[in-house]
């Protein structure tokens, strides 16, 4: 809210009713601001400021004054809550600074070349169901842009603040977080890295941006929606059912918002087959999708066993008791074409759905690339509702 042509130096005996005090004067230790800060003014408060607080009658004070005290409450709760957003996204930029400082990268490196994180080839990114935009402009609005930079009160009543950081507008949205809790994923360890980042995620966002709802749901051969904190043993760990979670966030989708699905996965769809009535549904909704997935480990080793041998398995992870032995990868090529079938499989979904994807080589990164998907899509939306 530009309101810097409001704004003015008045002397401390020269309060009138409908101003509104904007400087912090520490009086006797104690900052004014603390006390009467951002208070609309009336004469019964003028009087009480006046006697409480013992300031020369020509000491300067700065004021933003809109003319009437009615009016002046108004606009006051509406700096109130400005400015406590200002604080609840200052502490989100200073725990994000945190994830990305941990992997030496900015937030605009997630996906160079050099820095190795990615796999260049698997990734799709800006297809959406609810978002039609022909272009995208380069640098969006962003919460994580600039992350040295501290916002202040002062940038938000003088009008400054798009200049310096431009930050997303916000609209009402739904980010409904999947994780993958199929045996697969306990197998390989990375259950724990999937359920902390959800709660990094659901902790930071809501606590930042009140327009957004998150939503976990964990799923293998069957979906649930859970709450904070996340447990992963909120189901059986057995296979990896896609269609089971479109159900459950078809069923659960908020009509009046935007619905974003961000899947944290490490197996591809056993059901692919059975997703493509439930992605039609999804895309009728217009509802959003990205996946985060991993790539395979390069010792993986593969079962050779002839053809027709009965294999006691779950979610492709072969049990003790089965027959057969266990031959590590014998070349490159070899494990290039198995990983090449798998993420087929990951890529034929997100096609399927008109999503997005990200393989990620590192764990570590996950929570970076996670915020970063949330960030870019809250900027798209305010680009393409200034479109419209």
Not at 12 to 34: C, F, Q, S, T, Y
Request: glycine share 6%; net charge neutral; with cysteine.
């Amino acid at each position: 809210m530009d309101t810097s042509s409001l704004i003015k130096t008045v002397l401390w005996n020269d309060l009138k009713p409908g101003m509104i005090i904007l400087e912090n004067i520490d009086v006797a230790g104690r900052p004014l601001a603390d006390t009467i800060g951002l208070m609309p003014l009336d004469e019964e408060k003028i009087q009480r400021i006046r006697k409480e607080i013992h300031l020369s009658k020509d000491r300067p004070i700065r004021v933003m004054f809109v003319g009437n005290s009615a009016h002046a409450e108004t606009i006051a709760r509406r700096l109130q809550a400005e400015e406590r957003q200002i604080r609840r996204v200052n502490h989100f930029r200073k725990k994000i600074k945190d994830v990305f400082d941990s992997l030496d990268v900015e937030p605009g490196e997630l996906y160079l070349p050099e820095k190795d994180l990615i796999v260049p080839d698997r990734l799709l990114m800006d297809y959406y169901n609810s978002i039609h935009l022909k272009t995208i402009p380069q640098r969006l609005p962003s919460y994580i842009h600039d992350l040295e930079q501290s916002l202040n009160f002062a940038d938000m009543i003088t009008g400054s603040l798009p200049s310096k950081l431009k930050l997303p507008q916000g609209e009402p949205c739904v980010l409904h977080i999947v994780l993958d809790a199929s045996y697969s994923v306990k197998g390989v360890g990375l259950g724990d890295i999937f359920k902390e980042t959800a709660n990094f995620l659901g902790e930071r966002i809501q606590a930042a941006f009140k327009m957004t709802e998150v939503r976990p749901y964990v799923f293998s051969d069957e979906c649930k929606r859970v709450e904070f904190p996340v447990r992963m043993q909120a189901i059986p760990n057995r296979g990896t059912s896609y269609a089971s979670f479109l159900r459950s966030i078809i069923s659960n989708r908020d009509r009046q918002k935007r619905n974003l699905v961000l899947l944290i996965t490490d197996g591809e769809p056993e059901d692919l087959e059975n997703c493509k009535s439930l992605a039609r549904t999804f895309r009728k909704f217009e509802m959003d999708f990205i996946q985060i997935c991993f790539v395979m480990n390069r010792k993986t080793d593969v079962l050779m066993v002839p053809r027709g041998t009965k294999l006691n398995k779950i979610d492709g992870i072969i049990l003790k008791g089965s027959q057969g032995e266990l031959y590590p990868v014998a070349s490159d090529a070899e494990f290039t074409k198995f990983e090449n079938q798998k993420f087929d499989r990951f890529t034929d979904f997100a096609d399927m759905v008109n999503g997005n994807q990200i393989v990620i080589k590192e764990e570590e990164a996950l929570s970076a690339f996670a915020i970063d998907v949330y960030d870019r899509y809250m900027g798209i939306l305010t680009v393409a509702d200034g479109m419209n």
